[in-house]
């Protein structure tokens, strides 16, 4: 089955400062790549996602790459404040939740963001 | 509703005990799923529904655990005999047929004592 990496578990940084966490997936099926927040006694929330068929995508601040031949992805996070304090999770996915695709999840980045 | 509803909120069982958590999916979403997330790790895979169909139960970690969606809309996940290491967040999601990504319950917190 799909095996899902994460990394660093924590992150500290400066407010304004850029955040970068890093996934690494073994499923090579894979194509559907979401990345969620998670506050404290909250579930987590969708913050973007990318598929297979992209490389990169950005909202705003946020911006994730993918590199489907190393099998990794990124969540990148520029002047960052301190409400983007959380836990985040990567995941992974062979395909629409609809169809029953289940997601595999890292085990998650504890960011702070002092200010 | 205008979001997935869990409840209760928190539980505390004694080892032994049967319980029942409760998913109230956002109105009109086909596709359900369980998760389970222990302390500082991610959520795990438990099951699936589409409409009242439990199409994947590949994730649940034992006969003990035992998930329904009888009409389509709530689910239940009930926990027989609950034991310590089925302490743990639990957490339900709901999708639409349009495949826009799930939507998160805030979960039940569930401890066995």
């Known amino acids: 089955g799909e095996n899902v990496e994460q990394h660093p578990s924590t992150l500290s940084v400066q407010e304004g400062d850029s955040a970068v966490i890093k996934c690494t997936y073994s499923?090579?099926?894979?194509?559907?790549f979401p990345w969620y927040k998670q506050e404290l006694g909250k579930g987590p929330q969708l913050i973007i996602d990318?598929?297979?068929?992209?490389g990169e995508k950005k909202d705003q601040r946020i911006a994730v790459t993918l590199n489907k031949t190393a099998k990794h992805f990124s969540l990148h996070i520029t002047e960052t404040q301190p409400e983007d304090s959380a836990v985040y999770f990567c995941a992974a996915s062979r395909g629409a939740h609809n169809a029953g695709n289940m997601l595999t999840f890292g085990g998650g980045t504890r960011l702070m963001v002092k200010p | 509703g205008a979001g997935v509803s869990q409840s209760p909120r928190y539980k505390v069982a004694k080892r032994g005990q049967d319980v029942a958590l409760r998913c109230d999916p956002i109105s009109g979403h086909v596709s359900l799923f369980w998760y389970q997330q222990a302390l500082g790790q991610g959520p795990e895979f438990l099951t699936y529904f589409q409409n009242e169909a439990q199409l994947d139960k590949s994730g649940l970690p034992s006969d003990r655990f035992f998930a329904e969606r009888p009409e389509g809309s709530v689910s239940t996940l009930k926990i027989q005999r609950t034991q310590q290491e089925d302490s743990a967040v639990y957490l339900c999601a709901s999708s639409s047929t349009r495949g826009a990504g799930y939507t998160f319950g805030s979960g039940t917190r569930l401890t066995v004592v």
């Open positions: 990318i598929r297979s068929n992209v």
């Open positions: 499923d090579s099926a894979s194509n559907y």
